[in-house]
C-alpha cells in the first residue's frame, strides 16, 4: 500500500513552501487509497521544540490535513544506532578526525587549485594505532558515509529521468562527533523501516537523493520512488524558511484566509493551472495529479491569496459558512453581500450596515431623496422592489445610471461601492430605508 510522509523538523512555524510539500503528500495519499505518515525531523536538539511540534500539528489540522500515522525521530535513537554499527561493520561508515578548521583549509587549497572541494577521504588512510593516538589526544571521530559504485539514477515522478554524480560530491557526515546521527541517515532509517513507497518532497532535497539512494542499498532497503516538487518562493522570488517566517501558515490564519483557498492556490499553481478554487476537500482529491506538477518556480503573495479567498467565498453556499457567520447573519444576509467580500469577516461590515446606523456624507441631492422616499413602494419587500423603486424614481426625476443610483446607495450604505442594491434594500427594511433618505 501507498505510504508518504510529510517530514518537517520542528524549528519554526510552517510556511507557504512547507504547507505545499504536506498538502501534495496528502493529496498523493488520498488519491491512491494510501496512507500519509505526519513525522518530525526532531534530531537537531539545538533547534527543534516541542512548541513549535505542537504548532506544526496545529497548522497542518487546520489547513485541513490529516495524517494516518506520526512518528517523531526523537524516539527512534536505538533504530539510529543499530543503523550506525550495521554500517560500521560493513565499511560504508569510517571515522575522521580533521577539525571544521582543517577541513575549511582543505576546501580552500582545492579550490585555488581549480578543483572541486570534495573530501580527500584521508582517513580512510588511517591505521589503528594513528586512531588510537588521536582519541588519546581527546579527539572524537565524526563518521562518513563511503559513497561508491554507479552515479545514482532514478526517475523522478515531477523531474524526470535524474541522477547525481558521485564523483563532484564529498562523502557526507552521518554522525556528529559527539555521537548525533544527522538528518540524512535518521531519514533514510525511517522511511526503509517504515516503509515509505514515495517520497515527494522540495527541489531542496535533490542533491540529498543520490546520497539517500546509496544509503537505502548500503541499509538492505528496497528504494522507494521520488518526486521534488519545485520552490515555492515569495512575490519577490526569494525563498522561504522556517527561521524567517515569512509567509507562515499562522500569519495566513491570523489574517482571516480561508484554509481551502490556500490548499486550492497551491495546488492549482503547483500543477500550471489558473487559479479556480475548489469548494472542498473531495474536489482538491479530484483536481490532484502529481503528472501535472511541473519545473517552474511558483510564486506567491498575500495579494494572490486574498484573491482567491475571495474567490472561494464568491461560490460558497450558506450550509458551507453557516456555523462560522456572527449572530443574526442569515442566509439573506449571506447571498446578498458574499460577492462583495474577501474575507468571511468583512460580513460584519455589512450586517452593521444593513442594521445600521450608518454614517452616511452630507446628502448632496436632496430633492433627489425627498422624491425617492416619496415614491418607496409599501410593504412586503422583495428583490424585485429596487427595479420598480428605481424605475418610478427615474420617470419622476429624469435622472438615470449613475446620477440615479450613486446618490441612493451613498444615502442607503454610506459607501460609493457594494453588494446589489436590489438583495441589500429588503434586507435594511422600509423603516430604515426611509430614515436614511430623510436624514438630514
Ligand atoms: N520554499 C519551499 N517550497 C517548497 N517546499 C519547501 C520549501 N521550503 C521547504 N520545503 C519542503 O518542506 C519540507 C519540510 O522541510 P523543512 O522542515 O526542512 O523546511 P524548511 O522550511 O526548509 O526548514 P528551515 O527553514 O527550518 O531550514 C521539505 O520537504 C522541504 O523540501
Redesign the pocket.
Known amino acids: 500500500m501507498t505510504l508518504v510522509r510529510?517530514?518537517?523538523?520542528p524549528?519554526?512555524r510552517l510556511?507557504l513552501?512547507?504547507a505545499?510539500?504536506a498538502l501534495v503528500n496528502s493529496l498523493f495519499a488520498r488519491k491512491s487509497g494510501g496512507r500519509f505518515l505526519l513525522r518530525l525531523?526532531d534530531t537537531d536538539r539545538e533547534r527543534s521544540t516541542a512548541a513549535f511540534a505542537a504548532a506544526i500539528e496545529s497548522d497542518l489540522a487546520w489547513l485541513g490535513i490529516e495524517w494516518d500515522e506520526f512518528a517523531r525521530q526523537s524516539d527512534r535513537l536505538d533504530r539510529y544506532d543499530a543503523a550506525i554499527d550495521r554500517l560500521k561493520a560493513s565499511g560504508r561508515l569510517y571515522a575522521c578526525y580533521e577539525t571544521p578548521e582543517e577541513l575549511a583549509l582543505k576546501r580552500k587549497a582545492q579550490l585555488n587549485a581549480g578543483r572541486p572541494p570534495v573530501y580527500d577521504r584521508a582517513a580512510l588512510a588511517l591505521g589503528d594505532a594513528d586512531k588510537a593516538a588521536l582519541e588519546a589526544k581527546g579527539i572524537r571521530p565524526h563518521w562518513r558515509f563511503l559513497l561508491q559504485g554507479d552515479d545514482p539514477r532514478w526517475a523522478d515522478l515531477v523531474q524526470g529521468d535524474s541522477h547525481i554524480q558521485i564523483a563532484s560530491m564529498s562523502d557526507p557526515v552521518l554522525v556528529r562527533a559527539d555521537g548525533v546521527p544527522l538528518y540524512t541517515l535518521a531519514s533514510v532509517m525511517d522511511d526503509g523501516e517504515m516503509a515509505v513507497t514515495h517520497i515527494i518532497?522540495?527541489?531542496?532535497?535533490l542533491s540529498n537523493t543520490g546520497v539517500q539512494l546509496q544509503l537505502f542499498e548500503a541499509l538492505g532497503f528496497a528504494a522507494p520512488a521520488f518526486a521534488h516538487?519545485?520552490?515555492?518562493?515569495d512575490a519577490e522570488g526569494q525563498?522561504?524558511?522556517?527561521?524567517i517566517g515569512s509567509l507562515s501558515l499562522e500569519s495566513l490564519r491570523d489574517s482571516g484566509l480561508e484554509p481551502l483557498s490556500i490548499a486550492s492556490l497551491l495546488l492549482r499553481l503547483g500543477q500550471g493551472e489558473p487559479p479556480e478554487p475548489c469548494p472542498d476537500w473531495p474536489s482538491l482529491i479530484e483536481a490532484f495529479d502529481i503528472a501535472k506538477f511541473g519545473h517552474a518556480t511558483p510564486r506567491l503573495s498575500e495579494d494572490d491569496l486574498t484573491a482567491m479567498n475571495a474567490k472561494l467565498l464568491h461560490a460558497l453556499p450558506y450550509a458551507a459558512v453557516a456555523d462560522r457567520l456572527p449572530e443574526g447573519a442569515d442566509a439573506a444576509l449571506w447571498e446578498a453581500v458574499k460577492g462583495n467580500i474577501q474575507r468571511l469577516s468583512d460580513i460584519a461590515d455589512w450586517q452593521r450596515i444593513v442594521a445600521g446606523p450608518v454614517e452616511t456624507p452630507p446628502p448632496a441631492d436632496s430633492e433627489l431623496l425627498d422624491k425617492a422616499a416619496g415614491l418607496l413602494p409599501p410593504d412586503p419587500w422583495d428583490a424585485s422592489t429596487w427595479k420598480a423603486w428605481t424605475k418610478a424614481v427615474q420617470e419622476a426625476t429624469g435622472r438615470k445610471g449613475k446620477a440615479l443610483f450613486l446618490p441612493l446607495r451613498l444615502a442607503l450604505t454610506g459607501r460609493e461601492h457594494g453588494p446589489e442594491l436590489a438583495n441589500l434594500l429588503p434586507l435594511i427594511g422600509r423603516a430604515r430605508v426611509l430614515d436614511r433618505l430623510c436624514r438630514r
Not at 6 to 9: D, K, L
Not at 229 to 233: A, E, T, W
Open positions: 510529510f517530514a518537517p523538523s524549528t519554526g510556511h513552501g512547507n505545499f510539500i525531523d518532497r522540495g527541489a531542496d532535497h516538487l519545485p520552490l515555492i518562493s525563498g522561504l524558511s522556517k527561521r
